[in-house]
Each structure stands twice: as structure tokens, then as C-alpha cells.
T-cell receptor, first 110, second 117 residues
Framework: GQQVMQIPQYQHVQEGEDFTTYCNSS?????IQWYKQRPGGHPVFLIQ???SGEVKKQKRLTFQFGEAKKNSSLHITATQTTDVGTYFC??????????WGAGTKLIIKP | KAGVTQTPRYLIKTRGQQVTLSCSPI?????VSWYQQTPGQGLQFLFE???????NKGNFPGRFSGRQFSNSRSEMNVSTLELGDSALYLC????????????????FGSGTRLTVV
């Protein structure tokens, strides 16, 4: 079946370093969404990308959608302790069904 | 406006029992989805309802069922509980796009943490 692979599973960074998570789909996506789940919390919608090659920014977060609409990335510049959590991508297929990545857990080393 | 409300927040049940979880979506949201999340795991899709009809279903056994009422509130039921059913159950609501090609983000509730002993 259709899958969205998300890597890495975990990433340890020093505070102030950058962080990137990647999602790759086996098929073309209609659009892709990104969510953040803080420890002990629930996923919170961050953003949606719709257009091929789209790039969106939210302060220190940069989201990209690939030209072929099969891959996406989230990059955080100069991580802060408030960035800790698990970041999920979710691709929307042609049937408006969400296909979730397994998530990348961001751990900030003291 | 009020968010997605899930009740109860915590639940402890014994193996073999059944449980019903409730979800009230954001006003105006007609799509409700249910997910199971276990420690260190991602989000496992259970099912999605729209206008009282199940639109999609994940790969879970028939012990897991759900329904949606005319006011968009939803319930999920798990019968004959097993130890492995211990998890955080999350409900999420969204606007259903209908003819609109754009898909809105899901708003999640805080979840029901179910422990089976």
C-alpha cells in the first residue's frame, strides 16, 4: 500500500544546532501536512503544503514540498528547548486520505 | 472556540471487558478520525467518519468499532480488551473538503489514555 517514509527516527542535537526531518512517499501526493507532538501532548497542526516546489517559513521553521510532490522536509534553524517533540508528516492522497510518517523525535542535548 | 473534547481522559479496564470512548469535534467540523498511539510508536489510523458514515478504516481487528452521530460527535468501542490495547487513543476533527480540493489540517483532542490490566 501507499507509504510515507520519514527519517531519521531520532535526532539528538545541541541547543542552537539545526535539525532536519525528511519524508518520502511511494506515490505522488495531493498535499502534505506537518504536525508537532510535544512530550505528553497531542499532535498539533503546523502547516500544509500544496504546490509543487512550495517553500513556507514559520519563524525558524522552513517547510519544503518537492517538485514531484513525493517528498518533503522540515528544517529548524538554531533549535531551542521549546522545539523538543516529535514531528510528523502526513501526506494526503488522491482520496483525501492521510498517510502518516512514523515521526522524527527531536532530542536536545543539555 | 472550544477544541476537540475527548472523554474520559484516563481509563483502566480489565482484560475481556469492553470500553467506549467519546469525542466531540470542533463546532462545524464534520469529519472525525480515530488513532491509536503506543509508546514510541507513530499514529495508527483506526477509522474516519463523515456524516455518520465510515469513510475509511485502518487495519485493526473487528473488536474496534466506531460510530458518528448526527451532531458529528463520535464514539469508538473496543470489545474483549487485550493487554495490547493499552494505548493513547486520539480523536481528530477536520472540515471535510467536499468539492473543495484543499484539505484542512486536523485538530486533535488530548486523547484518552487506556490501560488494560
Amino acid at each position: 500500500g501507499q507509504q510515507v517514509m520519514q527519517i531519521p527516527q531520532y535526532q539528538h542535537v545541541q541547543e542552537g544546532e539545526d535539525f532536519t526531518t525528511y519524508c518520502n512517499s511511494s506515490t505522488t501526493l495531493s498535499n502534505i501536512q506537518w504536525y508537532k507532538q510535544r512530550p505528553g501532548g497531542h499532535p498539533v497542526f503546523l502547516i500544509q503544503l500544496v504546490k509543487s516546489g512550495e517553500v513556507k517559513k514559520q519563524k525558524r521553521l522552513t517547510f519544503q514540498f518537492g517538485e514531484a510532490k513525493k517528498n518533503s522536509s522540515l528544517h529548524i534553524t538554531a533549535t531551542q528547548t521549546t522545539d523538543v517533540g516529535t514531528y510528523f508528516c502526513a501526506g494526503v492522497d488522491s482520496n483525501y486520505q492521510l498517510i502518516w510518517g512514523a515521526g522524527t523525535k527531536l532530542i536536545i542535548k543539555p | 472556540k472550544a477544541g476537540v473534547t475527548q472523554t474520559p481522559r484516563y481509563l483502566i479496564k480489565t482484560r475481556g471487558q469492553q470500553v467506549t470512548l467519546s469525542c466531540s469535534p470542533i463546532s462545524g467540523h464534520r469529519s472525525v478520525s480515530w488513532y491509536q498511539q503506543t509508546p514510541g510508536q507513530g499514529l495508527q489510523f483506526l477509522f474516519e467518519y463523515f456524516s455518520e458514515t465510515q469513510r475509511n478504516k485502518g487495519n485493526f481487528p473487528g473488536r474496534f468499532s466506531g460510530r458518528q452521530f448526527s451532531n458529528s460527535r463520535s464514539e469508538m468501542n473496543v470489545s474483549t480488551l487485550e493487554l495490547g490495547d493499552s494505548a493513547l487513543y486520539l480523536c481528530a476533527s477536520s472540515k471535510w473538503p467536499g468539492q473543495d480540493p484543499f484539505f484542512y489540517g486536523y485538530t486533535f483532542g488530548s486523547g484518552t489514555r487506556l490501560t488494560v490490566v
